[in-house]
């Protein structure tokens, strides 16, 4: 039996019941393929769900204002993926909703790259282009034995080209659904299990006992620390301030306490001091309390951040920076802030 046909076999007794996978629809497809970038779909699916019941269609995402699709957003992480979806989503409705019918002219919106192309393409047009993915990748490098790292340039290209070269053509939809779910379900990162796996015995990696060593990928970037310091400034009236993050950068348009960011850890509530006063030198501190006794870790793609928050109370908000907004701080859970923030407020019950 051909590689893909096993696929394909296996698929239609394995494959998960999911919303997408019941409609041909370029928005729903488009939606999840753009959600699911970078992320489980244990983890997407929720917000799939939530997408689709706030924007039916769309035209209700392109006419949403940004800082709704970025709460709606808020803990998938990679936020450009939402604001280049808005983006879109004005393209399409402006064009009466309909989308490109083929690979080449979806490549062409932004936020859409060759995988995601690939399979709105297959799934909705029937066109037969294959799709890879982190999940294919894994699935051809050790079936075939390929160790050429999955991101390099050449990688990137040969693994196109295998990838095309065992699409079933005359049904491009399933077989990409196929394998794709193959990697995810049966081809595992870790711990895969061989012995029940219908492609097994032309399996170059089982073979040759390579199946932890494959697939090969360059290594990262390296991660940068940063400690970042949010000031939590909280006033007589219950408020406290917000600003949003217009800058280039991870969470950028989210809405944050004031940050001071450096290079070394602040642990003492006098370099506090000093960074206040050299912002508002005329403000009145009543109080300033570290919220948690350790710093916060979150680890982001390239970042590795360490997380304090300072609990500061003050009689008002006079003589700070128009670009801070006052917000009662019951409502600060309204706008979409960063995932550390929000899991911040959620476990030191901020809002009681």
Request: aromatic share 14%; hydrophobic share 35%; charged share 25%.
């Amino acid at each position: 039996m051909k590689f893909s046909q096993q696929i394909i076999f296996w698929y239609r007794e394995n494959a998960r019941d999911l919303p997408w996978r019941k409609t041909k629809e370029p928005y729903n497809i488009w939606l999840s393929e753009i959600m699911l970038q970078q992320t489980r779909v244990a983890q997407g699916l929720p917000y799939y769900k939530k997408f689709i019941k706030n924007f039916p269609t769309v035209f209700e995402l392109a006419q949403a204002k940004e800082d709704k699709v970025l709460k709606l957003w808020q803990g998938l992480g990679y936020y450009s993926r939402a604001r280049n979806l808005h983006f879109t989503a004005k393209q399409i409705a402006e064009n009466g909703g309909r989308f490109p019918d083929n690979y080449l002219d979806l490549k062409k919106l932004k936020g859409v790259g060759d995988y995601t192309a690939s399979a709105i393409a297959s799934f909705c047009y029937g066109e037969p282009v294959a799709v890879v993915d982190g999940n294919v990748y894994r699935v051809l490098s050790r079936y075939f034995g390929i160790d050429i790292p999955i991101n390099s340039t050449e990688g990137i290209k040969i693994f196109k080209q295998k990838a095309e070269g065992q699409l079933d053509k005359a049904q491009p939809a399933i077989y990409n659904q196929a394998i794709m779910e193959f990697g995810a379900r049966q081809c595992t990162p870790k711990n895969p299990d061989c012995q029940v796996c219908p492609l097994v015995k032309d399996c170059k990696a089982f073979q040759l006992d390579k199946i932890t060593e494959l697939p090969v990928k360059l290594k990262k970037t390296k991660v940068l620390e940063k400690h970042f310091n949010f000031l939590i400034f909280k006033n007589q009236h219950e408020e406290v301030l917000l600003e949003k993050r217009e800058q280039k950068g991870i969470w950028r348009n989210l809405f944050q306490f004031p940050l001071y960011e450096s290079e070394q850890q602040i642990f003492h509530e006098s370099d506090i001091k000093e960074y206040m006063r050299q912002q508002n030198p005329k403000l009145l501190v009543k109080s300033i309390e570290l919220q948690h006794e350790k710093p916060i870790k979150h680890v982001l793609s390239h970042r590795k951040l360490w997380v304090n928050f300072w609990k500061i109370e003050v009689d008002d908000f006079k003589g700070f920076s128009q670009k801070f907004i006052p917000v009662k701080y019951k409502r600060v859970n309204d706008f979409a802030v960063p995932i550390v923030i929000h899991k911040f407020l959620e476990t030191y019950n901020f809002y009681s």
